[in-house]
C-alpha cells in the first residue's frame, strides 16, 4: 500500500514543497519499500534524561527509541504523569518526531492536553504513519510540567501506536522513572568549536547546566585540547536551578589537525552526580572551510538545473528553471563568481522542473525534465555568448524521462538514468554534439534517479539516489567509455557506500579523482523536503569516503558546480531549498580547498613560460625553461587531463580528445608554481 502511494503521488509531489502545508506533508511518503516477508511491526522504549524539581515548572525531557521491521511507521505518542505533575502546553514539542512517514496533519502534532495526559498524533492506526524510525533511531522529546509538592522517583506511562500497517502487535507502552534533582548537581552540556579554519584564533565555549535544586555560585570549569592549551574560569556568575550558561574560555590558536576538547566543571560543593561533570568534543582545524558568499539571487528556486562555465576571465554559475518564487519556472540566473553578483539572462523556452544541465564549450545543455504537469524528452541548449535559447533533438526515449543526469565527456553528452513516472530507469543515452543525434549507449547495472552525475578523468561517476526498490541508496556507479565506442561503456560498483544516503543533490568533480558533494534528502530529516547539511567527497580511485566540514545551511535541491580558481578550488552551492522554516533559499555558499602538494608555495612570478598556438585546435606547445619541471594540464573542473614530470624545454602537448574550452596549464618548478591558461577549440 505504501510503495502504491510512491508509485502513483510521491513523483509529482516530490517537484512541488509548497503544495501543502508547508511543504513537507504532501510529498513525504517513505521510501521504504514494505518487507515481503517476516512481521510489520514497531518496537521500542522510552527513557528520562533530565530530573524534574518539586515546586517548578520546568521543561522535562525523554528519549524515545524505535524501530520498524515490514514498513510499519508510526503515528501517534500518548504520556499519562502522575499526580502533582501536571503538563503543559509550553515547552512541550509539537511535532514530537520528524515528518518522514506518508501521513499528512494531524498525524505526530501536539494535541489537547486533558488532565495529566498529553498525546500526539492519532492513537488509531491510520496505516500509512507520521514517523519512520527506520532499523533504529532515537529522538528526544520535550514536555512542559508543572510541578507540585512531590519527592522520590515518579512514574510516567507512555503508549508508542504504530500505524496498523501488516499484522499486530501495533504499539509498545512502558513505564518511565523521573527521579527527583539532587540539591547540588552541575554538568557540562556542549563545547564549541567542532571546527577551525587555518590560522584562525577563536573563542572556544563551554555550555554548563545546573540540574540541581540549589542555585551554584561556586565552580570551575577547565578546558584542554589534550595539547598546550588549557583554559580555566571560575565562578563567573551564580547559575540557578534548572539554568545552563555559556562560559567562554580563553583564545585558542590550534595547528592544523584532529583535536579533542575536554571540558570538566569542579569545585561544586555536595555535587551529587560525577557522570556529568566531563564532556569532550572531536575538533578539526583545516584549510578547508564553507565560506558565505555575496550576493542575494532574484529568482530563488529549487528542483532546477544547473551548469558552471569560465569565460578564460570570470567563473559563471547558472541555474535554470525549478521552481521559482514567480511560478514561471523559466528564469535563467547567472551568479558572477568573482564579482559575487547575480544578473539575468534570456529565459527558457518553456518550465522546466527535475531536468538537469551540462556546459560544453560556450553552450549549456539542458534537458527540460518536466513541465510541472508531465515528463518531457526535450533537449534545450543555451548559448551563453548570445544568450539565446534553440530546441535540439529530443531524447529517444519511448516513455518521457525526468530526474535524469547528463555530463560531457568530449563531443558527447551522456544522459543517465532518471523516472518514467511511475519506476526508475537504468537507460544510458548518448547525444553527438557535432551532429545532433541521440544514440543509446550500456545501460547502468540498477535502475536509479534523484542521484547525482559527474565526470572525473573522463569517467561517469553516478553518485547515490532512489533505487528501483524506492530505497535511498548510499551507492556509487562508476562508468567507463570505450576508446572505440562511445557507446560502449563498462558500469562498475563502488564496494563503499555513503555513510549518509541521500537524493536531491548535486555531485561535482573534486581534486584528483574524486567527486564532492553536500546536503540532500536522507528520507528522515524532516521528512522529504527536510534538508540536511552533511558533506562527503568520495575517491573513485580508492573508493573511500570522506566527511569534511558540515555545509552551513542545510540544503536540498540546489545549483551547483565546482571551480578551479589559481590554486584553490571552490564549490558553489546557490539556493535550493530548506524546509525548516526557510523554504526558497536565496544564498551561496562555497566550500573551499588548496589543491596545491604540500610543500609548494604558491607565488605570482614573471616568467618566460609560454603556450602557444593558443588557441589551438587541439596540439600545443609549453615553452619551458632549462629547470626540470612538472606540467599538468587540468579542466576547469580540477581534473587532471595530462601531466608529464621532470621536463624541460620544449613540451608537447595534444587535446584533440577533449572538449572545447579553457585549460589550465600548471607548472611547478623549483618550489613555484605558474599557470596559464590555453583555448581549445575544435
Known amino acids: 500500500m505504501k510503495r502504491n502511494f510512491l508509485k502513483t503521488s510521491f513523483l509529482m509531489a516530490m517537484m512541488f514543497a509548497f503544495v501543502a502545508v508547508n511543504a513537507q506533508n504532501t510529498s513525504s511518503s517513505s521510501t521504504k519499500a514494505p518487507a515481503t516477508n517476516g512481521d510489520r511491526v514497531v518496537n521500542g522504549s522510552m527513557v528520562s534524561s533530565n530530573n524534574y524539581i518539586p515546586s517548578s515548572t520546568m521543561v522535562l525531557t525523554f528519549d524515545l527509541t524505535a524501530s520498524q521491521t515490514g514498513a510499519e511507521y508510526i503515528d501517534g505518542l500518548s504520556m499519562v504523569f502522575p499526580a502533582g505533575m501536571t503538563p503543559i502546553i509550553t515547552g512541550s514539542s509539537d511535532p514530537f518526531a520528524p515528518d518522514n512517514g506518508c501521513s499528512n496533519a494531524p498525524y505526530g502534532a501536539l494535541n489537547p492536553i486533558v488532565g495529566t495526559t498529553i498525546t500526539w498524533g492519532t492513537q488509531t492506526p491510520s496505516s500509512c504513519g507520521w514517523w519512520n524510525p527506520g532499523a533504529g533511531s532515537t529522538i528526544t522529546i520535550s514536555v512542559g510540567v508543572t510541578i507540585g509538592?512531590?519527592?522520590?522517583?515518579?512514574?510516567?506511562?507512555?503508549?508508542?501506536?504504530?500505524?496498523?500497517?501488516?499484522?499486530?502487535?501495533?504499539?509498545?507502552?512502558?513505564?518511565?522513572?523521573?527521579?527527583?534533582?539532587?540539591?547540588?548537581?552541575?554538568?557540562?552540556?556542549?563545547?564549541?568549536?567542532?571546527?577551525?579554519?587555518?590560522?584562525?584564533?577563536?573563542?572556544?565555549?563551554?555550555?554548563?547546566?545546573?540540574?540541581?535544586?540549589?542555585?551554584?555560585?561556586?565552580?570551575?570549569?577547565?578546558?584542554?585540547?589534550?595539547?598546550?592549551?588549557?583554559?580555566?574560569?571560575?565562578?563567573?556568575?551564580?547559575?540557578?536551578?534548572?539554568?545552563?550558561?555559556?562560559?567562554?574560555?580563553?583564545?585558542?590558536?590550534?595547528?592544523?589537525?584532529?583535536?579533542?576538547?575536554t571540558a570538566t566543571v569542579s569545585n561544586v560543593t555536595g555535587d551529587a552526580n560525577a557522570s556529568n561533570d566531563v564532556l569532550t568534543q572531536a575538533c578539526s582545524v583545516s584549510a578547508d572551510l564553507w565560506v558565505a558568499a555575496a550576493g542575494t539571487i532574484p529568482a530563488p528556486t529549487y528542483m532546477g538545473s544547473s551548469a558552471g562555465y569560465f569565460n578564460g576571465t570570470n567563473h559563471y554559475l547558472y541555474s535554470f528553471g525549478g521552481n521559482t518564487v514567480s511560478t514561471l519556472n523559466t528564469e535563467t540566473s547567472i551568479y558572477n563568481i568573482e564579482t559575487e553578483t547575480w544578473t539575468a539572462g534570456a529565459p527558457m523556452p518553456a518550465a522546466s522542473l527535475v531536468g538537469c544541465a551540462t556546459t560544453a564549450g560556450d553552450y549549456i545543455y539542458v534537458l527540460r525534465g518536466s513541465d510541472g504537469a508531465s515528463y518531457t524528452n526535450t533537449l534545450y541548449r543555451y548559448d551563453i555568448v548570445n544568450n539565446t535559447w534553440s530546441t535540439l533533438a529530443p531524447i529517444p526515449a519511448a516513455t518521457p524521462i525526468a530526474w535524469t543526469r547528463i555530463a560531457t565527456v568530449g563531443g558527447n553528452l551522456y544522459c543517465v538514468g532518471g523516472n518514467d513516472g511511475t519506476d526508475p530507469?537504468?537507460?544510458?543515452?548518448?547525444?553527438?554534439?557535432?551532429?545532433?543525434?541521440?544514440?543509446?549507449?550500456?545501460?547502468?547495472?540498477?535502475?536509479?534517479?534523484?542521484?547525482?552525475?559527474?565526470?572525473?578523468?573522463?569517467?561517469?561517476?553516478?553518485?547515490?539516489?532512489?533505487?528501483?526498490?524506492?530505497?535511498?541508496?548510499?551507492t556509487v556507479y562508476v562508468g567507463t567509455i570505450d576508446g572505440t565506442n562511445p557507446d560502449l561503456i563498462t558500469w562498475t560498483v563502488g564496494a563503499s557506500t555513503c555513510p549518509t544516503p541521500v537524493f536531491k543533490h548535486k555531485a561535482s568533480p573534486w581534486t584528483g579523482n574524486k567527486v564532492i558533494v553536500t546536503g540532500g534528502n536522507d528520507g528522515f530529516v524532516g521528512g522529504y523536503w527536510g534538508a540536511i547539511a552533511t558533506s562527503y567527497t568520495y575517491d573513485i580511485g580508492t573508493d573511500t569516503w570522506q566527511t569534511i566540514l558540515d555545509k552551513t545551511t542545510p540544503t536540498i535541491a540546489y545549483a551547483a558546480a565546482s571551480f578551479v580558481m589559481g590554486t584553490e578550488i571552490r564549490y558553489y552551492v546557490a539556493t535550493g531549498y530548506n524546509s525548516a522554516g526557510s523554504g526558497q533559499?536565496?544564498?551561496?555558499?562555497?566550500?573551499?580547498?588548496?589543491?596545491?602538494?604540500?610543500?609548494?608555495?604558491?607565488?605570482?612570478?614573471?616568467?618566460?613560460?609560454?603556450?602557444?598556438p593558443n588557441p589551438t585546435q587541439g596540439a600545443f606547445t609549453v615553452e619551458l625553461g632549462d629547470n626540470n619541471s612538472t606540467v599538468t594540464v587540468y579542466n576547469l573542473m580540477g581534473e587532471v587531463i595530462s601531466s608529464i614530470e621532470n621536463v624541460n624545454g620544449t613540451v608537447p602537448f595534444d587535446l584533440s580528445n577533449v572538449a572545447s574550452g579553457i585549460y589550465l596549464v600548471k607548472i611547478v618548478s623549483d618550489n613555484k608554481v605558474i599557470d596559464r591558461k590555453v583555448n581549445v577549440i575544435h
Open 149 to 261: 509538592v512531590i519527592s522520590g522517583p515518579q512514574t510516567v506511562t507512555y503508549n508508542v501506536m504504530g500505524d496498523g500497517y501488516g499484522s499486530a502487535p501495533h504499539s509498545f507502552s512502558g513505564n518511565i522513572t523521573v527521579n527527583q534533582s539532587t540539591a547540588h548537581d552541575m554538568g557540562v552540556t556542549a563545547i564549541t568549536p567542532s571546527t577551525v579554519y587555518s590560522g584562525s584564533t577563536v573563542t572556544p565555549t563551554v555550555t554548563l547546566k545546573n540540574h540541581g535544586s540549589s542555585a551554584e555560585a561556586t565552580w570551575t570549569v577547565v578546558l584542554s585540547d589534550g595539547g598546550s592549551y588549557t583554559s580555566t574560569k571560575t565562578n563567573l556568575s551564580t547559575i540557578n536551578a534548572g539554568a545552563s550558561l555559556v562560559v567562554n574560555m580563553d583564545p585558542w590558536t590550534p595547528a592544523n589537525g584532529d583535536y579533542t576538547l
Open 425 to 474: 530507469v537504468n537507460s544510458v543515452y548518448r547525444y553527438n554534439i557535432a551532429a545532433n543525434t541521440w544514440t543509446t549507449a550500456t545501460a547502468m547495472t540498477v535502475a536509479h534517479f534523484g542521484g547525482s552525475l559527474a565526470v572525473v578523468n573522463g569517467k561517469l561517476v553516478y553518485v547515490m539516489g532512489i533505487d528501483a526498490a524506492d530505497d535511498i541508496v548510499g
Open 585 to 612: 533559499l536565496s544564498n551561496v555558499e562555497y566550500f573551499t580547498s588548496d589543491f596545491i602538494p604540500t610543500g609548494i608555495n604558491t607565488v605570482v612570478v614573471e616568467s618566460p613560460v609560454s603556450v602557444y
